[in-house]
């Protein structure tokens, strides 16, 4: 692999393998298809329960008026409740609702079936060079992470 080619190559494989994980996960679900910005700011509100909707947008680096929309549509669709923020009336806090929680379980079991039957056809070298490669992966998404918490 050439080293000049090596980085496309490496952002085309990730990109794909999310599309194709997102369109398998899509199949067979009963409930209305939740967009991707949905599902991220429902995982976000998971890992940080009482967010508000300004750090939402910021960790999310989406406008504000972009996650309010998102908020708005998910509390109507009853997976999110905005809370009046105690320390700051004008302020909301998110919370999922057992919908939320119920659906995310749902989602994050059926993707650990999906990449884990896939995974186990590979042969052992290619599973245990996935298995290497997740800490420099992990490293790489800190560091566009941080990138874009920068900008």
């Known amino acids: 692999m050439d080293a000049d080619t090596f980085p496309e190559q490496l952002a085309d494989a ?21 967009r991707g910005a949905e599902v991220e700011l429902l995982r976000l509100v998971e890992s940080r329960p009482g967010i508000g909707v300004s750090d939402a947008a910021r960790r999310l680096h ?44 749902d989602w994050q ?5 999906l990449v884990g039957r896939h ?13 290497a490669a997740l800490p420099a992966l992990r490293r790489l998404a800190v560091m566009l992470h941080e990138e874009a918490e920068e900008t």
């Open 109 to 113: 079991r059926r993707r650990a079936e």
């Open 62 to 105: 989406l406008a504000g008026n972009s996650v309010s929309t998102l908020v708005n549509q998910l509390v109507r669709d009853g997976y999110l409740v905005r809370e009046t923020d105690p320390a700051d009336r004008r302020a909301a806090r998110l919370l999922l609702t057992g919908a939320a929680e119920q659906r995310l379980a």
């Open 14 to 34: 990730l990109v794909r393998i999310q599309r194709l994980i997102r369109r398998r996960l899509r199949g067979g679900l009963t409930a209305p298809r939740l």
């Open 119 to 131: 995974v186990s056809r590979l042969g052992e070298a290619d599973r245990e060079a996935l298995r």
